[in-house]
Structure formats: structure tokens, C-alpha cells
């Protein structure tokens, strides 16, 4: 068995090695790929995939980031937090999640700032929100939690976060 770690920086390797492509399609929808939740509560090298589609075509949209939270004893994530450029629109992103999850979407889903999708046959929620961030601005996980940076200008970028969290009391998959 491989050490937790060495998943740890061949995921990492995997989000740096990706071409920095976008477009938009026909439709003039931007094709999102979305982080594969199949990562949460993965213990073994074979469940590791990290994107849900295997898109490498010029219309495809990546996160300009992706974070894995492993959290307690257990070595298997527990969270994904996919970070998209500002370029990349609510709408665009909600699209793709609702191509997916719609059947578990939130009915304020289309009024309120935050969307929401609990699937529960895969036992995880998602959370789609735009924050704030950049060199100055308020970083992603201090907008979550409401805090402000004075020091915030005109260098701050409205991101789009898309959060997937699996429910608590899972055991990780082996």
C-alpha cells in the first residue's frame, strides 16, 4: 500500500499538469468540469480519480484550483473545494451541477445567492457560491466565514467555489 501522502501529491501533480483551456460550446454554454465526488471518502489509489468527466477538449472550463480536505484519523478526503475563474459564470456552473444533481437541488436554488444539492444516495451535499478573492482581497475561506479585509481594492476577483462535502459518519472506501 501506498503511503497517504504519495496520493496526496500525485492529485496535486494531476491539477498543475492540466491545460489551461476554456470556450464556449454551440449552445454559447461554457462546458464545466466538475470535480469528481467519487475522491470523497476514497482510501485507495482506484477510486482517485479527480475529474467526474474525461474532457480535454478545447471547450472544456477546469478549476483554477482544487483543495482535498482530509480532516481526523482517517486518510480518506472528506471535502473538495473547486475554485473557478471569474470568467466562468454562476449560470454556466449551476448548468453542469444541475446536468448531474439537479433531482437534488434546493428549491431557492434559482433566487438565492448560495445553491445547495443534497444527494443523498451518495451521501454528500454541495454548495455553489461566488467569493471573493485575490492578492489583497478577502481569500476564499475568510469570505466564507464573513470576514472582510480592509485593505480589499480593485485586485479582488469574483470567484466561483463549488464546495462538496461528504456527510459525516462515513466510512472511507477501500
Not at 454551440?26 to 474525461?54: F, M, Y
Not at 444539492?117 to 466564507?144: D, K, N
Amino acid at each position: 500500500m501506498k503511503p497517504p501522502y504519495l496520493r496526496a501529491v500525485l492529485l496535486a501533480a494531476a491539477v498543475f499538469a492540466l491545460p489551461c483551456l476554456g470556450g464556449q460550446n454551440e449552445g454559447g454554454r461554457k462546458h464545466v468540469v466538475l470535480p469528481n465526488p467519487g475522491l470523497l471518502r476514497c482510501a485507495t489509489i482506484g477510486c482517485s480519480q479527480l475529474w467526474l468527466d474525461e474532457s480535454s477538449d478545447a471547450l472544456s472550463v477546469f478549476p483554477v484550483n482544487i483543495s482535498v480536505d482530509v480532516s481526523g484519523t482517517e486518510t480518506c478526503p472528506r471535502g473538495i473545494v473547486a475554485l473557478y475563474d471569474r470568467s466562468v459564470s454562476m449560470d454556466d456552473i449551476q448548468a453542469a451541477l444541475d446536468q448531474r444533481y439537479g433531482r437534488w437541488a434546493q428549491d431557492g436554488n434559482t433566487t438565492l445567492p448560495v445553491k445547495l444539492w443534497r444527494v443523498e444516495p451518495a451521501r454528500f451535499s454541495i454548495q455553489l457560491a461566488t467569493v471573493e478573492g485575490g492578492q489583497e482581497g478577502v481569500t476564499p475561506g475568510r469570505a466564507l466565514a464573513g470576514q472582510r479585509n480592509e485593505r480589499a481594492d480593485a485586485t479582488h476577483v469574483a470567484m466561483k467555489q463549488v464546495i462538496y462535502m461528504a456527510f459525516t459518519g462515513e466510512p472511507c472506501k477501500r
